[in-house]
């Protein structure tokens, strides 16, 4: 990450909602005379929504995305409990380019909207896009998938990035998730942060079948997991590797607490979600060779035979999960793949 | 079977583990540039974990002291790679000194050294980066396969990144060549040329290949010249030395620009794989017209600055220099007229220009479109119109602007030029990383897209050579001067002025 300082061009201030665009106007105005000089920079309008739960959280989030990606940010907080209101705020964010006295500056709309939010939602969010740039949606995971404004979103913009399902939630998110991502229009990529957070187990999968390279002789892997439920993480760890591996599904059953995947040619894959504190993902080949990835602490253990050695595990949070999200528009066919199978599976596995 | 779970990773490859010996860790390109650029590597997870750089030098230093100064110095030249402490720390101890004071068996000692890194479960592959003064290139290539270092072990890897120049003249860039060819194959051997790790170099393949846009234009129809800028501001500095051995021509042009040239004519490669994009560099390149030695005057122009100012500060001329033959003859600007006898650029001239003590730090690559072919504003308060221009800076500001006319607001019609634009640092935020990272990354995973094949630095040889040996047989007592903070010699825009061209105003 850079290490740009990213600073507010001035403090938020309160508009009456039906000025915001005059409001903006005015803060450029009169940064423009100012003595350091500022480029209005938007790559692309961002949306992020989320309840009065997170806003403190969002909040912070804005300047530092603004750092990596110059957008005119939408921030739209709702609070479905209280009575119908809305209040706004402008701002915008600055970083200096580097052996120069000019700024690059982001500006951001900040929307509270109370009450059935929705329609005037929906209204402002569409009002207040630079029709010319395409429209990202942040969607947290304090507001549900079957949220109407995230439906009606969809519809509407290039990129939905959801939060909901967490690594570590039950397998069942996936399939609201899935839902969601069959009902928006083909243009509009949908992700979640999950599959980025996936992104360093795959990178260690990758790196230890550079070294292992016997795959055609793979006959069973077994994903542990924290936890005492299937999770989302998993399954779709295990969806990737079937679909990597072109295994075609058989069957689904629990072996004791176990689920497991039986796919043609003697393959199978098995779940461990046994609660403990580290998890890992086991291969085994055929003459009863193996190979695993095993996270630990910082570490991953990348073993294959007698040979271990370490692969430094990247941290992530969700601004650099998001920052990476953002700077991908286009359709993942991994992602793609690994979800449509993993919800193939999921009737059998939740319901055995 | 490949990996299959690669697919899709293909830019996420780590780099496999391996000892980066670098020859020269004391010099000044190892400090400035190098370990700054390794630190952040390092502090990005791109390298490998297990990655070990050993520093071969004949400055007598302990291992403490070189890696206290690396610290230091990075700390001074770019504090950006050393986010902490803790990671200086950690970084430091990844690197390992091997003086060499000259005397017999020192490579003997070298590999003994590399061999006991591998024996405690160190890395077996080896990437060699010559950062020394390329005299010592024949002999260090040679001596690394007297020891068998050229060779790895099963299973392991063994390269060599050599720095420009390659080579003074074509036979000795042949001689260079054929001596790395001795004891390394090509697929082993990296010609670092830092230009082509520019984010913006690296932006022209995008720029043609993944718009509608240019590609349909970019070529003779519609295409009126190139001119290609790489303006310094710097003079010679502590450079003297080199610099007088080597001049513009050779430090800047038969490189630099002629591997720039290359990315903006040649065709369309069939895939992004590393010997598609070079098979096409090297073919535009052998079609660059040969500039017979009677056309040398009317295709070439050198100079040398005088004393002048730049940015407000008065500065020495080229030959008050210290350091610099008060008699010298070596050309501080030069400037090419070049064509490429091919069909997509038949007719169209590119010119490259370079010089040390010019009005501004800048690179560019300037397509300039033909004029419209119907002037149907001739009768109009319109006199005339401005050719549409596509710019890309390379530096400073890396970016890219497109000149078109519009009309000014009002009733009467006037038109002017006017520009859009688009800056890397305002379209995307983040760290533009350093053309050394990128390069030492792709050399670490084996990726030789963007390092000069032996062909394409023989074809760049061949094009300059006749001006070189013009050059070297005119007995004239004076260069052509230019005062320093100008934009050159005015022998500069006669070049161009036959095809009433102009350099562009920068």
Redesign the interface.
């Given at each position: 990450m850079s290490n740009t300082v990213i600073t507010p061009l001035a403090p938020p201030t309160f508009v009456d909602v039906s000025k915001i665009e005059q409001e903006l106007e005015l803060l450029w105005r009169e940064a423009e005379s100012s003595d350091q000089p500022v480029t209005r920079a938007t790559a692309f309008n961002l949306v992020l929504v989320c309840d009065t739960s997170a806003q403190e959280a969002a909040r912070e989030l804005i300047p530092e995305l603004a750092l990596v990606h110059p957008t005119r940010t939408i921030l739209v907080v709702l609070n479905e409990s209280a009575p119908d209101a809305q209040r706004a705020w402008v701002t915008a964010h600055c970083r200096k380019l580097e052996g120069e006295n000019r700024q690059i500056c982001s500006e951001a709309i900040i929307l509270e909207i109370d009450g059935d939010a929705e329609l005037r939602a929906q209204s402002l969010i569409h009002s207040l896009s630079l029709g010319s740039l395409a429209t990202a949606v942040v969607w947290h995971e304090s507001l549900p998938l079957t949220h109407p404004l995230l439906q009606m979103l969809g519809k509407s913009c290039d990129r939905i990035i959801t939060c909901a399902a967490d690594h570590l939630a039950p397998a069942s998110h996936l399939h609201t998730w899935f839902d969601l991502y069959e009902s928006v229009p083909p243009e509009c990529v949908v992700t979640d942060l999950l599959w980025a957070h996936l992104s360093g187990w795959r990178g260690a999968v990758a790196e230890l079948f550079d070294e292992c390279p016997d795959v055609s002789e793979l006959r069973e892997v077994r994903i542990h997991s924290q936890g005492d439920k299937l999770t989302c993480g998993a399954l779709l760890c295990g969806a990737w590797i079937a679909s990597t591996l072109e295994w075609t599904f058989r069957s689904a059953a629990l072996l004791g607490r176990r689920p497991v995947i039986d796919c043609e040619n003697n393959c199978r894959l098995v779940f461990i979600p046994e609660g403990a504190p580290a998890s890992g993902i086991e291969f085994l080949f055929t003459q009863d060779r193996t190979a695993a990835v095993l996270r630990e602490g910082d570490h991953f253990n990348l073993t294959c035979g007698a040979h271990t050695r370490a692969s430094r595990v990247r941290p992530v949070d969700t601004l650099a999960l998001l920052t990476h999200e953002l700077h991908a528009w286009g359709r993942d066919p991994r992602m793609d793949k690994s979800v449509r199978l993993a919800h193939d599976w999921l009737p059998e596995l939740l319901f055995t | 079977?490949s990996?299959?779970?690669?697919?899709?990773?293909l830019m996420?490859h780590?780099a496999d583990p391996c000892v980066l010996i670098i020859f020269g860790g004391t010099g000044d390109l190892a400090q400035r540039k190098l370990f700054p650029s390794l630190a952040h590597l390092v502090s990005e997870?791109r390298v490998?974990?297990?990655t070990q750089f050993l520093c071969v030098s004949r400055k007598d230093s302990d291992q403490g002291a070189f890696r206290a100064e690396v610290i230091d110095n990075a700390k001074k030249l770019a504090?950006?790679s050393m986010?902490n402490d803790e990671f200086a720390r950690k970084f430091a101890d990844r690197m390992f000194l091997v003086t060499d004071s000259g005397e017999g068996g020192r490579f003997d000692k070298l590999r003994s050294r590399l061999g006991e890194m591998a024996g405690a479960g160190g890395p077996r592959n080896h990437l060699f980066y010559l950062s020394i003064p390329p005299t010592g290139y024949a002999p260090t290539i040679a001596a690394l396969g007297a020891v068998g270092l050229a060779n790895p072990e099963a299973g392991a890897w063994s390269r060599i990144i050599i720095e420009k120049p390659f080579g003074r003249d074509f036979a000795s860039a042949e001689a260079l060549n054929s001596a790395a060819a001795a004891v390394f194959r090509e697929e082993q051997i990296y010609r670092i040329d830092h230009y082509l790790g520019k984010e913006t170099v690296q932006n022209i393949l995008v720029l043609r290949l993944a718009n509608t846009l240019f590609e349909p234009i970019w070529n003779h129809h519609y295409v009126d010249h190139v001119a290609i800028t790489a303006a310094e501001i710097l003079g010679v500095e502590e450079r003297a030395q080199y610099y007088e051995e080597s001049g513009a021509l050779r430090d800047m042009i038969q490189n630099h620009l002629m591997q720039i040239l290359a990315m903006i004519a040649m065709e369309r490669p069939s895939s992004l794989a590393p010997e598609a994009i070079r098979d096409e560099k090297r073919k535009v390149l052998e079609c660059v017209r040969p500039i017979h030695p009677e056309e040398v005057a009317q295709s070439a122009v050198r100079a040398q600055y005088s004393a002048g100012a730049v940015a407000g500060k008065a500065v020495q001329g080229y030959l008050q220099e210290s350091g610099v033959n008060p008699n010298s003859r070596t050309e501080t600007y030069a400037a090419l007229k070049l064509h490429i006898d091919n069909w997509r650029w038949s007719g169209v001239p590119f010119y490259l220009r370079t010089g040390k003590r010019l009005a501004k730090r800048v690179t560019e690559v300037a397509i300039v479109f033909r004029n419209v072919p119907h002037q149907v504003f001739s009768q109009s308060p319109v006199d005339r119109l401005e050719q549409n221009v596509l710019a890309i800076r390379i530096q400073?500001n890396e970016g890219i602007s497109l000149k078109f006319e519009a009309k000014l607001p009002g009733h009467a019609l006037h038109v002017r030029p006017v520009e859009m634009d688009f800056r890397y640092?305002?379209?995307?935020?983040?760290?533009l990383s350093d053309a050394y990272e990128r390069l030492l990354l792709d050399a670490m995973i084996g990726d030789q897209t963007l390092f000069a094949r032996r062909d394409s630095v023989e074809e760049g040889w061949r094009i300059v050579q006749p001006v070189l040996d013009n050059w070297a047989q005119d007995s004239n007592d004076l260069l052509p001067q230019y005062v320093a903070g100008s934009w050159g010699p005015a022998e500069a825009d006669l070049l161009l002025a036959a095809r009433q061209h102009r350099w562009r105003k920068l």
């Open positions: - | 079977m990996n299959p779970f690669r697919a899709g990773m996420e780590p997870g490998s974990e297990q504090p950006a986010p400073p640092g305002t379209s995307f935020g983040g760290r």
